[in-house]
């Protein structure tokens, strides 16, 4: 079973992923409490983040690629259906990093600094989310998306 997860903890999240997205793409997002009932079927992204100091652990982001394309052409200013792969893959790589380092300003003590890996892109179908110990699920238009973040490190900061 899960822990709860501390409001502030939640909190810190939601501003990251409301800033990245509304400042990167001018799109606003809602937070779900839980995850949508109706999952998104198709194909999504999936970049995972390694995070290696002072928290070892990993950050995931799940999003349906109807959704990041749509994100992808307002950042580049291009029809949806025309992006590359590679493009998807840039904005998604850009989006975790920016959510992993304004949350981990947000959750560490003030003036720590904090080591991030590369993320790495994986495309398949929509499947559930790997049980994980903490999740947030996000609306942003009429697409959702997923954070997760693994590894038993991130205790450290449900107990803070």
Same mark, same amino acid.
């Given at each position: 079973?899960?822990?709860?997860?501390?409001? /502030?903890?939640?909190? @810190?999240?939601?501003?990251?992923?409301? @800033?990245?997205? %509304?400042?990167? /793409?001018?799109?606003?997002?809602?937070?779900? $409490?839980?995850?949508?009932?109706?999952?998104?079927?198709?194909?999504?992204?999936? *970049?995972?983040?390694?995070?290696? =100091?002072? +928290?070892?652990?990993?950050?995931?982001?799940?999003?349906?690629? %109807?959704?990041? $394309?749509?994100?992808? *052409?307002?950042?580049?200013?291009?029809?949806?259906?025309? !992006?590359?792969?590679?493009?998807?893959?840039?904005?998604?790589?850009?989006?975790?990093?920016? +959510? #992993?380092? &304004?949350?981990?300003? $947000?959750?560490?003590? =003030?003036?720590?600094?904090?080591?991030?890996? +590369?993320?790495?892109?994986?495309?398949?179908?929509?499947?559930? &989310?790997?049980?994980? !110990?903490?999740?947030? =699920?996000?609306?942003?238009?009429?697409?959702?998306? =997923? !954070?997760? #973040?693994?590894?038993? /490190?991130?205790?450290?900061? +449900?107990?803070?």
């Amino acid at each position: 079973m899960r822990p709860e997860m501390p409001a /502030a903890l939640s909190d @810190a999240m939601h501003e990251a992923v409301g @800033a990245t997205l %509304e400042n990167m /793409a001018f799109m606003e997002v809602q937070p779900l $409490r839980e995850p949508p009932p109706d999952p998104t079927s198709g194909k999504v992204f999936r *970049a995972d983040l390694l995070v290696h =100091h002072p +928290i070892a652990g990993e950050l995931c982001l799940v999003m349906p690629e %109807e959704l990041l $394309r749509e994100i992808a *052409a307002g950042i580049y200013g291009a029809p949806a259906e025309e !992006l590359e792969r590679g493009k998807l893959c840039d904005i998604l790589n850009e989006m975790l990093n920016t +959510i #992993a380092g &304004l949350f981990l300003s $947000r959750v560490l003590p =003030h003036n720590q600094t904090f080591d991030l890996g +590369i993320p790495k892109i994986s495309e398949s179908n929509c499947q559930p &989310l790997d049980p994980t !110990l903490l999740q947030w =699920h996000f609306r942003a238009d009429e697409g959702c998306f =997923h !954070l997760s #973040a693994g590894g038993d /490190a991130w205790r450290r900061l +449900i107990r803070d």
